[in-house]
């Protein structure tokens, strides 16, 4: 089956440390993107990548590390820069940029 | 003010009510998404269009671009359509989501 997998579903992490949310797609997608959701908030874009070895910010990339070294996968790093990283982070691919998207199903991140 | 702004924020309903959720957007996009995220936090994609009206099922999405609105209508509404639903507008290099109606629908 095609989709979107993310690992781990919640995830726990002390202050100050940085931290890797994984995202692998198998749907053949050149575009791949990381989305921030907080409560009462919409979506925010993080980071994205059109195609492999290419990435740019997006609204809040601050804190926020990427790599796109592989077509299928889009590893996001949340690092001890970031000042408020709890929060529910949401993957997805597209066919192209920056057409209908497919979501995975979403990282909770804890920080204590 | 937002640029995708949707309303109302919280919907109840019965079962079988018909159902409206609006989205007004006040940038310039070529396609309207309208997506559905279930309370364990995965989305799924329900429409992308550009232009009139789609139908899915019990779903419908249209789309008003001289006034730059779209809606999205469940007929014959379920229980397991609670959920919350949140539109975004296709902009130049990313999609700019409003911030989601959340629906209850009552047996």
């Known amino acids: 089956d095609g989709g979107i997998t993310q690992s781990p579903k919640y995830l726990f992490r002390k202050e100050g440390q940085n931290v890797t949310l994984s995202c692998e797609q198998n749907l053949n997608h050149d575009a791949m993107y990381w989305y921030r959701q907080d409560p009462g908030q919409g979506l925010r874009l993080i980071y994205y990548?059109?195609?492999?070895?290419?990435?740019q910010k997006g609204d809040i990339a601050e804190g926020y590390s990427v790599s796109r070294e592989k077509k299928e996968s889009f590893p996001l790093t949340v690092t001890s820069a970031q000042k408020n990283p709890t929060a529910f982070y949401l993957c997805?691919?597209?066919?192209?940029?920056?057409?209908?998207?497919?979501f995975g199903p979403g990282t909770r991140l804890t920080v204590l | 003010k937002n640029e995708v702004e949707q309303s109302p924020q919280n919907l109840t309903a019965q079962e079988g009510e018909f159902i409206t959720i609006n989205c007004s957007y006040s940038v310039g996009i070529s396609a309207l998404h309208w997506l559905q995220q279930h309370p364990g936090g995965g989305i799924v994609s329900l429409f992308m269009?550009?232009?009139g009206k789609k139908k899915h099922g019990r779903l419908i999405a249209t789309i008003n671009i001289q006034e730059k609105h779209s809606s999205l209508h469940i007929t014959a509404s379920h229980p397991r359509d609670s959920a919350v639903y949140i539109c975004a507008g296709g902009a130049t290099n990313k999609l700019i989501f409003g911030t989601g109606t959340l629906l209850a629908v009552q047996p």
């Open positions: 990548s059109q195609i492999v070895n290419d990435f």
């Open positions: 269009l550009s232009s």
């Open positions: 997805a691919s597209s066919i192209d940029f920056p057409l209908e998207q497919f």
